[in-house]
């Protein structure tokens, strides 16, 4: 995921093709958690006047997601417009599709989304390093209620063993 663009809300971020700063800025993504686990859900009652407790069925739950990242700018400026590209990439609580392509999808051109929304606020303190320019770090996260990943391509799940 992290080797490829991802969109979100109209907006793409971690494109590579954008990293010579022609927009004066480069918005990446450094680090997603989240991505391969989702919650476990399941019911259990304690035996009454004994040791133990009887556990109904297990069943998956929703995916928390966090996003890591940090904005490049070639000045102050700039720096300040990629970060209002991203606040605004994250400013709607509605769900969106996060749009990703894993690399076994790569030759075939289709990519996966998971369908989320907004829970964490966008965390982006204000205070950046300069390398080669000015960097600032960025972190937020989404919430999908159906932790499942599915193709752009039909619709159907992806991978298949996720039921």
Same mark, same amino acid.
């Given at each position: 995921?992290?080797?490829?663009?991802?969109?979100?809300?109209?907006?793409?971020?971690? @494109?590579?093709?954008?990293?010579?700063?022609?927009?004066?800025? &480069?918005?990446? =993504?450094? $680090?997603? !958690?989240? *991505?391969?686990?989702?919650?476990?859900?399941?019911?259990?009652?304690?035996?009454?006047?004994?040791?133990?407790?009887?556990?109904?069925?297990?069943?998956?739950?929703?995916?928390?997601?966090?996003?890591?990242?940090?904005?490049?700018?070639?000045?102050?400026?700039?720096?300040?417009?990629?970060?209002?590209?991203?606040?605004?990439?994250?400013? @709607?609580?509605?769900?969106?599709?996060?749009?990703?392509?894993? &690399?076994?999808? =790569?030759? $075939?051109? !289709?990519? *996966?989304?998971?369908?989320?929304?907004?829970?964490?606020?966008?965390?982006?303190?204000?205070?950046?390093?300069?390398?080669?320019?000015?960097?600032?770090?960025?972190?937020?996260?989404?919430?999908?209620?159906?932790?499942?990943?599915?193709?752009?391509?039909?619709?159907?799940?992806?991978?298949?063993?996720?039921?």
């Amino acid at each position: 995921m992290l080797e490829r663009p991802l969109s979100y809300n109209g907006i793409t971020i971690n @494109d590579e093709t954008q990293a010579d700063f022609h927009n004066g800025y &480069w918005i990446r =993504v450094t $680090s997603v !958690d989240g *991505l391969f686990g989702d919650e476990i859900r399941y019911e259990s009652h304690p035996i009454p006047s004994g040791t133990g407790e009887r556990s109904s069925y297990a069943f998956r739950s929703g995916k928390q997601l966090v996003l890591t990242g940090e904005i490049w700018g070639k000045g102050i400026s700039q720096l300040r417009e990629g970060q209002w590209i991203l606040q605004s990439m994250f400013w @709607d609580l509605q769900p969106h599709k996060l749009y990703f392509t894993p &690399w076994p999808l =790569v030759a $075939s051109g !289709d990519s *996966l989304y998971i369908t989320c929304r907004c829970n964490q606020p966008l965390v982006m303190a204000d205070e950046f390093t300069k390398l080669d320019g000015l960097v600032q770090l960025w972190t937020v996260g989404l919430r999908a209620d159906n932790p499942r990943s599915f193709k752009t391509s039909n619709n159907s799940t992806y991978p298949v063993w996720q039921t």
